[in-house]
């Protein structure tokens, strides 16, 4: 079996809140909570979540543009969370990150060329010619013409932004991109062809995505493994296939039941979820879903559940589970 060329193992990333004259330590909050999961080469693995839970925080502390406070990150067998600066800085010519604002993430007062010129300067492409043909090969490569290397980025539409940001992204031929929610900012019309896009570069180009977003359905057409996130927790893993036909987390559930069917004779039952989601500076005890979950037992005020292979390759934090499996091992 072929070792993962990502491997993620107790992730976790918690911010200071600072208060009062000195500026103290008065709580944290909690982005991240030991996350563990793992991702193949040539793979596209979805995060999905909804806003504030953690998706975002997670793809930058793996590039270590935000440093972990725990856990350790396994980049083709090699712990990067111990690398210093400068090995860190050489190893991105392997990862690279897509933002989701393609206009943000792009300088202003800097030329298409010079944009994606400049990770190939960075990392040691020193002839000008060179990189300028490179830059023209990207354009090409990403949908763009050849004259658009001179314009600035407040002359292209958003779609065109971001191909510009992907096209930065493949200068210098990486083996993983984290892509943190690339169509969000984008017209329904456009994302598609985003999308298409990056599974043909992927293709082409033998890459492997950390794909996150918000929206099932973009997560449904791009991804092969999807993981769900709830308030800084993985809450289940697998199988693109296996979520959307079989959910078994309840949080899972309520997220795909709120997602419009094509059917208009399919009739959905809706479930609805009571409350908001808790503070992650203040987190519930135990099961961190379990105040607005249909399904909370009392074991789950107290206990946290662990991520559980229930099925193959299915995995899920839920007491339900758990005590289905420890119920089986006993009649065994």
Same mark, same amino acid.
């Given at each position: ?235 289940? +893993? =697998? @199988?693109? /296939? ?6 078994? $987390?309840? &949080?899972? #559930? !309520? ?51 662990? +991520? =559980? @292979?229930? /099925? ?6 839920? $007491?339900? &589970?758990? #005590? !289905? ?8």
């Amino acid at each position: 079996m072929t070792k993962p060329l990502l491997e993620v193992d107790g992730l976790t990333k918690h911010f200071d809140i600072k208060g009062g004259v000195l500026g103290r330590k008065v709580g944290s909050i909690e982005a991240v909570n030991n996350l563990s999961f793992s991702v193949n080469k040539g793979e596209i693995l979805g995060i999905v979540g909804e806003s504030g839970c953690g998706k975002s925080t997670t793809g930058k502390s793996i590039l270590r543009l935000l440093e972990p406070t725990a856990g350790t990150i396994k980049f083709e067998g090699e712990d990067i969370t111990t690398l210093k600066a400068e090995e860190m800085r050489r190893l991105r010519k392997d990862m690279q990150m897509i933002f989701q604002d393609p206009y943000a993430s792009l300088n202003p007062r800097h030329t298409v060329e010079k944009i994606i010129s400049e990770p190939l300067l960075v990392h040691g492409m020193s002839s000008k010619e060179q990189r300028k043909n490179r830059v023209l090969e990207l354009l090409e490569t990403v949908g763009l013409s050849s004259y658009h290397a001179s314009r600035y980025p407040h002359q292209f539409s958003g779609g065109q932004r971001q191909r510009i940001g992907i096209a930065r992204a493949l200068a210098n031929h990486p083996k993983l991109i984290v892509c943190d929610e690339p169509v969000s900012a984008l017209d329904v019309s456009v994302q598609s062809q985003i999308l298409n896009l990056m599974v043909h570069l992927r293709d082409e180009f033998d890459l492997t995505y950390i794909f996150i977003a918000h929206d099932l359905s973009v997560v449904e057409h791009i991804s092969d493994r999807v993981g769900v996130m709830y308030l800084g927790h993985l809450v289940e +893993l =697998t @199988e693109k /296939e296996k979520l959307y036909e079989n959910p078994k $987390h309840p &949080y899972t #559930q !309520a997220l795909l039941s709120a997602v419009p069917s094509l059917d208009p004779d399919v009739k959905k039952k809706r479930i609805l979820l009571q409350g908001d989601v808790p503070s992650p500076a203040n987190p519930p005890t135990g099961c961190v879903f379990h105040t607005r979950c249909p399904m909370a037992m009392d074991v789950c005020k107290t206990a946290k559940p662990s +991520l =559980t @292979e229930v /099925e193959d390759r299915h995995f899920v934090a839920c $007491h339900l &589970y758990e #005590q !289905a499996i420890d119920d089986l091992s006993y009649i065994v």
